[in-house]
């Protein structure tokens, strides 16, 4: 069965939960403890929000890395390089 992957959560909210252990500052959980009354689906969110943002800077790195690589073959095609003047041999 396919899970549900939505543009705004960006990873499957009906896969089977697991129960990992983290160790957390003593007084930052005590103080968001005050603030949400679920602290699992908090961090969940703040997850999948840590996710998609790392997943978009990764594509825009390969599309700047793919600008520049673009940017080299075509100076290439045009002018080669300098290093192709001078025989190796």
Do not use: C, W
């Amino acid at each position: 069965m396919a899970g549900t992957v939505t543009r705004t959560t960006h990873y499957d909210r009906t896969a089977k939960r697991r129960p990992v252990n983290l160790s957390l500052n003593a007084d930052l959980l005590a103080q968001v403890r005050q603030v949400t009354p679920n602290l699992s689906a908090t961090v969940e969110t703040l997850l999948g929000d840590y996710l998609h943002a790392a997943r978009e800077k990764r594509e825009d790195e390969q599309r700047q890395l793919d600008g520049v690589i673009d940017a080299v073959n075509e100076l290439h095609a045009r002018h080669g390089f300098l290093s192709d003047e001078f025989s190796t041999l």
